[in-house]
């Protein structure tokens, strides 16, 4: 909503209000389908890596620690490692 730059100015002049400006918005909708599209690229071409969390759907920091808890764990089972408390 415009705001007026003189409280006692005429309402009627639209010379006496400040310009709204939607550059914001346009930038945040623009950003959004270009990382959409990126990711779509990404994905459908298999350029991101497996453990790749952040700006993907479904993936985050607990998923990516999970599954580094997991490993870590499998490869201290295997018996390749040993470990001491």
Do not use: W
Not at 33 to 60: F, I, P
Request: charged letters at 20%; aromatic letters at 12%.
């Amino acid at each position: 909503m415009p705001t007026i730059k003189n409280p006692n100015g005429d309402r009627d002049l639209l010379a006496n209000y400040r310009p709204v400006s939607n550059i914001a918005f346009v930038s945040k909708v623009l950003e959004k389908v270009v990382l959409n599209q990126m990711n779509d690229y990404l994905q459908k071409n298999d350029l991101l890596n497996a453990n790749q969390s952040g700006y993907r759907t479904g993936h985050s920091c607990e998923t990516l620690l999970a599954g580094m808890f997991d490993d870590l764990l499998r490869e201290l089972d295997s018996g390749k490692y040993y470990y001491y408390y």
